[in-house]
C-alpha cells in the first residue's frame, strides 16, 4: 500500500528556533501534499495544500510567514515551523495525494510532535 | 463553511459489542464522505468512503450509509473487537470521488475523532 512518512517522529526545540519536518511519499509520487495540525482532544486542522513546484496555498489564519511550505519534489514536502514558540507546539500531520489518480484519496504521515520550550 | 460533527468519545465496550459512531456534516453541494481510522503510533487510515447518496461504505466489519436527508454518515460494526480500540474520524470532502480538479478541491474537513477502547 501507499505509504507516507515524516521526519522527525518528535522534536523538542528551545523557543525562537526553527524546526523542518519532512514528509515524503515512499513508493508513489505525489503532486499535492497536506500539512494538518492537530491539538489534543481535537480535530485535524488544514493548514495548507502544498503542491510540487509552486507555492503552497495557506488556510485563513495560517501565518504563511511562519510555516514555511516547500514541495520541491514529487516525493518530498517540508514544513518549517520559524522561531517557534511554546504555542506551537502540537502535533504535525501531513497527507499525500498520489499524483494522476482521479479520485480523492490521500494518504497519511504518522505525525509529528512538537514541543517549544 | 464546511463542517462535521461527531459523537465525542471516549467510547468503552466489551468484545463483541454493537457499535454506534455518529456523524453529521454542514456542506454545499454533494461531498463524498469518509471514515477514517488511526492506530496508537500510526497515521490516518482510510476505513471506508461513501461517494454519493444512499451508498453504503464497508470494511472490516464497519459499514456507514450516506443519508442526504438526514446529513448523516454513521458508523456500525456489529460485534467490535479489541484490535479495533483506535481513534475514529469522520470526514468529508467537496471533491467528488470520481472527478479531477485543482489541488484546492481536495480539501478535507474532519470531525473531531472518536477515541474507541474495546476491553477483552
Known amino acids: 500500500g501507499a505509504v507516507v512518512s515524516q521526519h522527525p517522529s518528535w522534536v523538542i526545540c528551545k523557543s525562537g528556533t526553527s524546526v523542518k519536518i519532512e514528509c515524503r511519499s515512499l513508493d508513489f509520487q505525489a503532486t499535492t501534499m497536506f500539512w494538518y495540525r492537530q491539538f489534543p482532544k481535537q480535530s485535524l486542522m488544514l493548514m495548507a495544500t502544498s503542491n510540487e513546484g509552486s507555492k503552497a496555498t495557506y488556510e485563513q489564519g495560517v501565518e504563511k510567514d511562519k510555516f514555511l511550505i516547500n514541495h520541491a519534489s514529487l516525493t518530498l514536502s517540508t514544513l518549517t515551523v520559524t522561531s517557534a514558540h511554546p504555542e506551537d507546539s502540537s502535533f504535525y500531520i501531513c497527507s499525500a495525494r498520489p499524483s494522476g489518480v482521479s479520485y480523492n484519496e490521500q494518504f497519511f504521515g504518522p505525525g509529528t510532535r512538537l514541543t517549544v520550550l | 463553511g464546511n463542517s462535521v460533527t461527531q459523537m465525542e468519545g471516549p467510547v468503552t465496550l466489551s468484545e463483541e459489542a454493537f457499535l454506534t459512531i455518529n456523524c453529521t456534516y454542514t456542506?454545499?453541494?454533494?461531498?463524498?464522505l469518509f471514515w477514517y481510522v488511526q492506530y496508537p503510533g500510526e497515521g490516518l487510515q482510510l476505513l471506508l468512503k461513501a461517494t454519493k447518496a444512499d451508498d453504503k461504505g464497508s470494511n472490516k466489519g464497519f459499514e456507514a450509509t450516506y443519508r442526504k436527508e438526514t446529513t448523516s454518515f454513521h458508523l456500525e460494526k456489529g460485534s467490535v473487537q479489541v484490535s479495533d480500540s483506535a481513534v475514529y474520524f469522520c470526514?468529508?470532502?467537496?471533491?467528488?470521488?470520481?472527478?479531477?480538479?485543482?489541488?484546492?478541491?481536495?480539501?478535507?474537513?474532519f470531525g473531531k475523532g472518536t477515541l474507541l477502547t474495546v476491553n477483552p
Open positions: 470526514a468529508l470532502s467537496d471533491h467528488p470521488w470520481g472527478g479531477i480538479s485543482g489541488g484546492s478541491n481536495y480539501k478535507l474537513t
Open positions: 456542506a454545499t453541494g454533494y461531498p463524498s
